[in-house]
């Protein structure tokens, strides 16, 4: 069975500071690929960053960047200098070589940006 | 431009009535999904197709229906058998690759509530 635990319901930053939001995944597949997405008040679900379970380097996307601890089976979202336009809901996904096209979220993290 | 689209934005039903939530993308992607978001809650899979004329049942599949006549559309049917259908739907789609950085893409989504 697939699973995601995010066990951060909210967090709050301060402007222009880091944050890590915690991801850990439950999965019997030996290659699998790891999420992230931000879902604004808006609703659109948004693409942030990507990392496969056999990428030797941790993914990076300009201000985003994956902690991926394989053994511990993390993948933890970091964000620096944080901005307001920050502030929203972050899900970590991840979709496993035998479980085909189908994709199991985290119930998400409330990020709120401090000014 | 690509993308997906969904209609109608926001949707008012009775309850008894059935109603049709379109999804429709141009990115020729094989594999179309339908999740449900309640409030302060992550997404839960309703169903998803990975070919034309097939879908699978994800989580919560009782009381909606789905069809996948064309590889470009996937409308969800939320019928009368649905107890609380008051909620966000979001429709994605992805290649159907169950590898690499082939994430999903998001439509807008739908908020349905029911009177």
């Known amino acids: 069975a697939q699973k995601i635990t995010q066990t951060q319901p909210g967090m709050f930053v301060q402007e222009k500071e880091a944050v890590t939001l915690d991801c850990t995944y439950d999965?019997?597949?030996?290659?699998?690929?790891l999420f992230w997405y931000k879902q604004p008040s808006s609703g659109e679900m948004i693409f942030l960053i990507y990392q496969g379970s056999y990428d030797q380097q941790n993914a990076t996307e300009g201000r985003y960047s994956l902690n991926f601890q394989k053994a511990r089976k993390s993948a933890n979202l970091v964000i620096s200098a944080s901005q307001l336009g920050d502030s929203a809901m972050y899900f970590c996904a991840m979709r496993g070589l035998n479980t085909g096209n189908q994709f199991y979220f985290g119930t998400g993290t409330s990020l709120t940006v401090i000014p | 431009d690509g993308g997906i689209t969904q209609s109608p934005k926001y949707l008012f039903r009775k309850e008894g009535q059935n109603v049709t939530l379109s999804c429709e993308q141009n990115?020729?992607?094989?594999?179309m999904y339908w999740y449900r978001q309640d409030p302060g809650q992550g997404l839960r899979l309703i169903y998803y197709?990975?070919?034309?004329?097939?879908?699978q049942k994800g989580d919560i599949a009782e009381g909606y229906s789905v069809s996948r006549e064309k590889k470009e559309s996937f409308p969800l049917t939320v019928t009368s058998a649905q107890k609380n259908p008051t909620a966000f739907y979001l429709c994605?789609?992805?290649?159907?690759?169950?590898?690499?950085?082939?994430?999903?893409?998001f439509g807008p989504g739908t908020r349905l509530t029911v009177l």
């Open positions: 994605a789609s992805s290649p159907a690759s169950a590898q690499g950085v082939d994430t999903q893409y």
């Open positions: 999965t019997s597949d030996p290659s699998y690929g």
């Open positions: 990115l020729n992607h094989d594999a």
């Open positions: 197709s990975q070919i034309v004329n097939d879908f």
